[in-house]
């Protein structure tokens, strides 16, 4: 059975990168596109960005001049790298599956990694 | 950017009631439109995609219709487990929107 595990550090300073970790267990990265999706405290899901089976990104505009997604097929992992945090960042974040056969719906989402941006 | 609306915002219903949840999109999404629970304290589980379609293992008491702009989620016998929050997504063209969210409460 496939699962994903988000990692991070919990907590950033405000101006410094946030680096976070998506880990496939049961199966692997290859030939499906994965995304990153954020929900801060007491609100709603805001998709981040995304990379597909080809290495292709396709990043949110609101975060595209500070985001970078990739995969590391030897390590089995998407990454996220976003840049200059505030404390607008402080966030639960999410890593999913899409599905195309699903109408690219997400159909596997790790269970989240909490990130405050504070000093 | 395509903008996701729902309504109501939330919602009180008791455990056998049917209930219905309306999304519309600002633009034709055609059916590229997604449905996900979210219980507290854990990650939303796809329910719904390309608007009716049902993954495996989701219970045939969830539903959904639509095409266009506008959809539907319907629960037709509430079970205990179902109160939760729900929010609908497009992805028929990035950013994959989602929906405010509709919060189910128990009556």
């Known amino acids: 059975q496939v699962q994903l595990h988000e990692a991070g550090p919990g907590r950033v300073k405000p101006a410094e990168t946030l680096s976070l970790t998506c880990s496939v267990s049961?199966?692997?990265?290859?030939?499906?596109?994965w995304s990153w999706i954020r929900q801060p405290p007491g609100k709603g899901l805001e998709w981040i960005g995304q990379?597909?089976?080809?290495?292709?990104?396709t990043y949110n505009p609101s975060l595209k001049s500070r985001l970078t997604v990739a995969v590391d097929t030897s390590k089995n992992q998407i990454s996220l790298k976003l840049y200059s945090v505030s404390a607008a960042d402080t966030a639960v974040y999410f890593c999913?599956?899409?599905?195309?056969?699903?109408?690219?719906?997400?159909?596997?989402w790790g269970q989240g990694t909490v990130v405050s941006v504070s000093s | 950017d395509i903008q996701m609306t729902q309504s109501p915002s939330s919602l009180s219903a008791s455990v056998g009631d049917r209930v219905t949840i309306t999304c519309r999109a600002s633009?034709?999404?055609?059916?590229?439109l997604s449905w996900y629970q979210q219980r507290p304290g854990k990650a939303p589980k796809l329910l719904i995609y390309?608007?009716?379609s049902l993954p495996n293992g989701v219970p045939s008491r969830f539903s959904g219709r639509g095409s266009g702009t506008d959809f539907t989620l319907s629960i037709s016998s509430l079970q205990r487990e179902d109160f939760a929050i729900y929010y609908c997504?497009?992805?028929?063209?990035?950013?994959?929107?989602f929906g405010p969210g509709t919060r189910l409460e128990i009556k």
């Open positions: 999913a599956r899409l599905q195309a056969g699903y109408y690219d719906a997400f159909d596997l």
């Open positions: 049961g199966g692997s990265v290859n030939g499906y596109d």
């Open positions: 990379i597909n089976h080809s290495g292709g990104t």
């Open positions: 633009q034709s999404i055609t059916t590229y």
């Open positions: 390309g608007t009716s």
């Open positions: 997504q497009q992805t028929y063209s990035a950013p994959y929107t």
